[in-house]
Nanobody, 122 residues
Framework: QVQLVESGGGLVQAGGSLRLSCATS???????????FRWFRQAPGKEREFAAA???????NYADSVKGRFTISRDDAKNTVYLQMNSLKPEDTAVYYC?????????????WGQGTTVTVSS
């Protein structure tokens, strides 16, 4: 069984930064079978959307809406994936979910965290 636990959300002013963390346990972190580690987000009243992903080899992919402002990374020694979010905008306000599992870059993998809330004030 795989467990994903997000942290790092909070309230920040527009233009500010936050770093989200996704700690994993239960399976070899760097294993090919884990597929991509992804961040999705869901704003109030909207559908969940893909934000960023990193492969077991370290390849990255971003949604156009966050490209150039967000950076996804991983620390295999700590079994943790990070999402550094800079130049935050009010429209980035959402619950951010960590996701993992086989599938394409923006596929809904089998494993989910509980979510962490990011609120960006104008």
């Amino acid at each position: 069984q795989v467990q994903l636990v997000e942290s790092g959300g909070g309230l920040v002013q527009a233009g500010g930064s936050l770093r989200l963390s996704c700690a994993t346990s239960g399976r070899t972190f760097s294993s090919y079978t884990m597929g991509w580690f992804r961040w999705f987000r869901q704003a109030p009243g909207k559908e969940r959307e893909f934000a960023a992903a990193i492969s077991w080899r370290g390849n990255t992919n971003y949604a156009d809406s966050v490209k150039g402002r967000f950076t996804i990374s991983r620390d295999d020694a700590k079994n943790t994936v990070y999402l550094q979010m800079n130049s935050l905008k009010p429209e980035d306000t959402a619950v951010y979910y960590c996701n993992a599992g086989p599938g394409g870059v923006s596929a809904l993998g089998a494993y989910w965290g509980q979510g962490t809330t990011v609120t960006v004030s104008s």
